[in-house]
C-alpha cells in the first residue's frame, strides 16, 4: 500500500506565501507523474502543477509565475512553493501520483492513482 501526505497548508495574508510538501511511502518501486491539485468550496477540483520524474513541468493559467512544482531528491517527495497568494488561491490542496509498484509473485509493474488527505491554504484579504 502507498500512502501520500501533505504538509505546509495554512492561513496567510494575501501576497504572502507558503511552501506544501507532498511525502509519499510505502511499497513504491517508481514513481512518475506528481500532481498538485485544488478545490475551492462549491467549485471543481482543478489541477494546479504537474510535474514528471524526468523534470518536465506544467501549470494553471491562473498560477504561472507565482507557484513552483519541485520533486526531492529521492523523487519520493513533491512541492509546491506559492509565492504573491491571493484570496482565489483559497482551498484544499491535494497530492496526487502514479505510483508503480512490483507485484511479488510474479516481478510484474503496476501503475496506480494515488490521492492524498488534502490541506487547507487559506489567504485572507
Known amino acids: 500500500q502507498v500512502q501520500l501526505v501533505e504538509s505546509g497548508g495554512g492561513l496567510v495574508q494575501a501576497g504572502g506565501s507558503l511552501r506544501l510538501s507532498c511525502a509519499a511511502s510505502g511499497s513504491i518501486f517508481r514513481i512518475n507523474a506528481m500532481v498538485w491539485y485544488r478545490q475551492a468550496p462549491g467549485k471543481q477540483r482543478e489541477l494546479v502543477a504537474a510535474?514528471?520524474?524526468?523534470?518536465?513541468?506544467n501549470y494553471a493559467d491562473s498560477v504561472k509565475g507565482r507557484f513552483t512544482i519541485s520533486r526531492g531528491n529521492a523523487n519520493n517527495t513533491v512541492y509546491l512553493q506559492m509565492s504573491s497568494l491571493n484570496p482565489e488561491d483559497t482551498a484544499v490542496y491535494y497530492c496526487?501520483?502514479?505510483?508503480?509498484?512490483?507485484?511479488?509473485?510474479?516481478?510484474?509493474?503496476?501503475?496506480?492513482?494515488?490521492w492524498g488527505q488534502g490541506t487547507q491554504v487559506t489567504v485572507s484579504s
Open positions: 510535474i514528471t520524474s524526468g523534470g518536465s513541468t
Open positions: 496526487n501520483a502514479d505510483v508503480v509498484t512490483i507485484i511479488p509473485s510474479t516481478r510484474a509493474q503496476y501503475e496506480r492513482n494515488y
